[in-house]
């Protein structure tokens, strides 16, 4: 959670269940993640987009409401 949230352009990131909710600024993005993530040494990533949720608002909410 560190290493992803250290990216620089990584709005969010918030570990939800056995994954993490990342948001990006629009000079960042999945591709720039995964190769900071193997600079990191993290080489077992799978990153896929997907649509938010409620229960992602409510984690917006509660960290930056």
């Not at 600024?25 to 997907?50: F, K, N």
Request: proline residues 6%; aromatic residues 10%; glycine residues 12%.
């Amino acid at each position: 959670l560190n290493d992803v949230r250290s990216l620089q352009g990584v709005q969010s990131a918030y570990s939800f269940g056995d994954s993490l909710h990342v948001t990006f600024d629009p000079s960042c993005g999945p591709g720039q993640l995964r190769s900071h993530l193997a600079q990191c040494g993290h080489t077992e990533v799978e990153i896929a987009r997907v649509p938010p949720g409620v229960e992602d608002v409510f984690i917006y909410l509660g960290y930056e409401g």
